[in-house]
């Protein structure tokens, strides 16, 4: 990756393999998921279309449970990730998973990655900012779609669309 670039999450997407049918491991392991079954902290990205997104594998070795990252706020490098994305407004620039990962430069060379090594792509604490969490059903999924698995900070505009209700109300400012 080239430059430094940082985000802090305001968006995620939860996926359990065991009884999740939108989950991509809950047929078993495959060349794809195999690193969902490895250690916690390991990048899953995976090609839709032409585009890339992000997940966190978050369970123990052997449950291939993840996180999908929907939306970072740009947080430094925002230079570079302009550069990568094009003339976009700001508040779109990482405004959902392929957009991020074109932001920061995230493709299937970051499969497998390790969060927790400290070198590339790494996850640290946030502090100081206050959150409003808000949960809706996952953007994109037919199966499950009753799970309200998206987890959003409501008082960010860098959430991406559609809007869950409770924000819908009262938009992000801006």
Same mark, same amino acid.
Do not use: K
């Given at each position: 990756m080239h430059g430094d670039v940082a985000g802090r999450i305001v968006e995620t997407e939860a996926y359990a393999a065991e009884g999740d049918p939108a989950a991509h491991a809950?047929?078993?392991r495959t060349a794809r998921t195999?690193?969902?079954?490895?250690? &916690? /902290?390991?990048?899953?990205?995976?090609?839709?279309?032409q585009h890339h997104?992000?997940?966190?594998?978050?369970?123990? !070795? @052997?449950? &291939? /449970?993840?996180?999908?990252?929907?939306?970072?706020?740009?947080?430094?490098?925002?230079?570079t990730m302009r550069a990568r !994305? @094009?003339?976009?407004?700001?508040?779109?620039?990482?405004d959902g998973p392929a957009k991020l990962c074109e932001a920061l430069d995230v493709d299937m060379r970051c499969y497998g990655d390790d969060f927790c090594d400290g070198r590339g792509l790494h996850l640290l604490p946030a502090t100081g900012v206050p959150v409003r969490v808000v949960s809706a059903p996952r953007v994109g999924v037919?199966?499950?779609?009753?799970r309200?698995?998206?987890?959003?900070?409501?008082?960010?505009?860098y959430v991406s669309?559609?809007?869950p209700a409770p924000m819908r109300r009262h938009p992000p400012p801006k």
């Open positions: 809950s047929r078993g195999d690193v969902l079954f490895e250690m &916690p /902290g390991r990048a899953y990205v995976f090609r839709t279309r997104c992000l997940n966190v594998a978050v369970e123990e !070795r @052997g449950v &291939p /449970g993840c996180v999908l990252i929907r939306a970072l706020e740009p947080v430094a490098g925002i230079e !994305r @094009g003339q976009v407004d700001d508040a779109r620039l990482t037919t199966a499950a779609r009753e309200l698995w998206r987890y959003c900070d409501a008082h960010s505009r669309r559609p809007w």
